[in-house]
């Protein structure tokens, strides 16, 4: 297979005009600079770091509730509606947002799963025949961990997490918890687990930046959700120059699972460089998750996303890692290929 345009190669996303060949067992053989005649962008496919697919039944349910009316286990309003709903309707959501996410060029989801593991088996189940890699960071017992790709805890002020960290760590698996995302009340707690990532930190005090920086935690950011929750904006820069930052829509009952949207709003919001953003959606991302293919460099599994750099949004523009990060979205999209 071959493909040819502006290819965003290797952990640096350089833009490189040229062709890139996969061989027959769906390997990068080469990315061969040269003139082409395409005006196609090729860039890895996203990893969507954070989600919560389990709600895609109650997309823009609870306007103008609080995040804790909102999310709060075990009442809050999310929780209420997945335990009325049945398993069919709960599996069918769930694969409805894991197809649009992998049309729009999302290869891979770090998916927190309500449900224990029966959560985890739904998700198996949602994405069964789908290219797209959806990763069950259970929730709930030690049990759903064993059984899904990690552990993702709600929050330390939650609940005590030091026997699913014991447990996740002795499985090789890993931990992942919410925390920073109201207030900073839980930020310590959640340090004191030395999770392998944290999600949200929106409110870190300059004490728990220190932490984070000396202990090296990967941070996912989710800042569209941020929004509509209410809680703030996270610090974007001060993290990015302590620590790994990878991007995630969170919620689905909140925000479509758009990483194009996640990563223009990131963009325009913040100070943060567009390689810097694009890096966060696929090379960070994949890095945290542990799954090849973060980036497009000879080697690597031969997973593309590609974008028509013709298309009426995109003609025209300059820059491709700005046009990718600020400008495109799904219509955009000429060829995902997951499995060469």
């Known amino acids: ?43 890895p496919p996203f990893v969507n770091a954070h989600t919560h697919v389990g709600d895609s039944i109650a997309k823009e349910a609870g306007g103008g509730l609080s995040l ?30 894991l197809r649009y996410m992998q049309r729009g060029g999302t290869a891979a989801c770090l998916d ?30 030690v049990a759903a961990m064993e059984v899904g790709d990690g552990f993702g805890a709600s929050g330390a002020n939650d609940g005590d997490f030091e026997d699913e960290r014991a447990a996740a760590r002795e499985a090789g698996k890993p931990f992942g918890i919410h925390a920073g995302e109201g207030d900073s009340s839980d930020l310590d707690g959640a340090l004191d687990l030395e999770p ?5 930190v929106v409110h870190p005090e300059p004490d728990h930046l220190e932490r984070i920086a000396d202990a090296e935690i990967p941070v996912v950011l989710c800042p569209r959700s941020n929004l ?33 949207r996640e990563m223009e709003f990131l963009a325009k919001c913040s100070e943060l460089r567009a390689e810097t953003i694009l890096r966060m959606a696929t090379v960070n991302g994949a890095e945290l998750a542990g799954l090849e293919g973060g980036s497009l460099e000879p080697g690597a599994p031969g997973r593309l996303l590609v974008l028509d750099g013709d298309s009426d949004n995109l003609t025209g523009a300059r820059d491709p890692v700005r046009t990718v990060v600020r400008r495109a979205g799904a219509d955009d999209v000429r060829e995902v290929v997951l499995e060469p």
Not at 6 to 33: H, M, S
Not at 68 to 89: C, I, M, T
């Open 1 to 43: 297979m071959e493909r040819t345009g502006t290819i965003l190669r290797g952990r640096e996303l350089e833009p490189v005009e040229g062709r890139i060949v996969v061989d027959d067992e769906g390997r990068i053989e080469a990315i061969e600079e040269e003139s082409v005649d395409s005006s196609d962008i090729i860039l």
């Open 196 to 200: 392998d990532f944290l999600v949200h």
């Open 112 to 141: 927190f799963r309500e449900g224990d593991t029966e959560g985890v088996r739904m998700l198996e189940d949602a994405a069964a025949g789908l290219e797209l890699e959806a990763l069950s960071f259970a929730r709930g017992s």
């Open 68 to 97: 804790e009316e909102l999310v709060a286990p075990p009442d809050g309003l999310k929780h209420r509606l997945l335990r009325q709903a049945s398993q069919e309707e709960l599996v069918g959501a769930i694969r409805r947002s």
């Open 228 to 260: 509509v929750t209410g809680v703030g904006f996270p610090p974007a820069a001060e993290l990015a120059e302590r620590t790994t930052l990878a991007l995630g829509t969170d919620n689905v009952m909140l925000n479509s699972p758009s990483m194009f």
